[in-house]
């Protein structure tokens, strides 16, 4: 089975500190992803990234920067975290290969910004 | 563009009601079609998919089926469980392009004994 591994479950950070949220799969996927969910908003592209070092902004990339120096591996950066990125951010992976393949989620990570 | 449009909740439900959850989609050519789950606390994973018109996906007694002439991918489930309490989204990838998916904005079912 396909394992997306998001390295916290809760964060809770402060205003103003870098927050790097970590995403690591196990099955050499290609495509991977950062949503972000929020009452109301269901889920909202941050940036995903489709081969090493390449990487694509989503619906709202503002804010945030992304990492991919491995292909198992997909960062997401908070370079100043602020209140209103308080949320919980979901990592997915796919492999683009399956004509209908599905994407992987990990379990998420609750960040609380103070 | 290509987006999904699903029921909006909160549902709340007694135990063994029937369950329908709507969902509809705008994309051009055949798209995979996908319902997913959210238990408290975690997240997303695969219910069902539907890949091509006609098609009946199902899993756990939820059922959906792709319905092409009128854009829909409905969940539905005869008998519900307090266990079936969770958000659901529905959810496509378009046939034309290989890596994005579009999400619905998830439904919320609460199912009381």
């Known amino acids: 089975d396909v394992k997306v591994t998001q390295s916290s479950r809760y964060l809770v950070k402060r205003t103003g500190e870098k927050v790097f949220l970590e995403c690591v799969q196990d099955m050499d996927h290609e495509n991977m992803f950062w949503y972000r969910q929020d009452p109301g908003l269901g889920l909202r592209l941050i940036y995903f990234?489709?081969?090493?070092?390449?990487?694509e902004k989503g619906d709202i990339p503002e804010g945030y920067s992304v990492s991919r120096e491995k292909k198992e591996r997909f960062s997401l950066i908070l370079e100043s975290a602020s209140t209103n990125q308080t949320s919980m951010y979901l990592c997915?992976?796919?492999?683009?290969?399956?004509?209908?393949?599905?994407?992987?989620f990990g379990e998420g990570s609750r960040l609380t910004v103070l | 563009g290509d987006s999904v449009t699903q029921m909006e909740g909160p549902v709340t439900l007694s135990e063994e009601a029937f369950l329908t959850i709507n969902c509809t989609y705008t994309a051009t050519g055949y798209p995979s079609l996908f319902w997913y789950v959210q238990y408290p606390g975690e997240g997303l994973q695969l219910l069902l998919k539907a890949t091509k018109a006609d098609d009946k996906g199902s899993n756990k007694g939820f059922e959906a089926t792709y319905r092409k002439e009128t854009t829909s991918f409905h969940l539905e489930k005869g008998s519900v469980q307090v266990s079936d309490s969770a958000v659901y989204f529905c959810a496509l990838r378009p046939s034309n392009t290989g890596n994005q998916f579009y999400f619905g904005t998830g439904t919320s079912l609460t199912v009381i004994p």
């Open positions: 990234s489709y081969d090493v070092k390449m990487k």
């Open positions: 997915a992976s796919f492999f683009s290969g399956r004509i209908h393949g599905e994407l992987f």
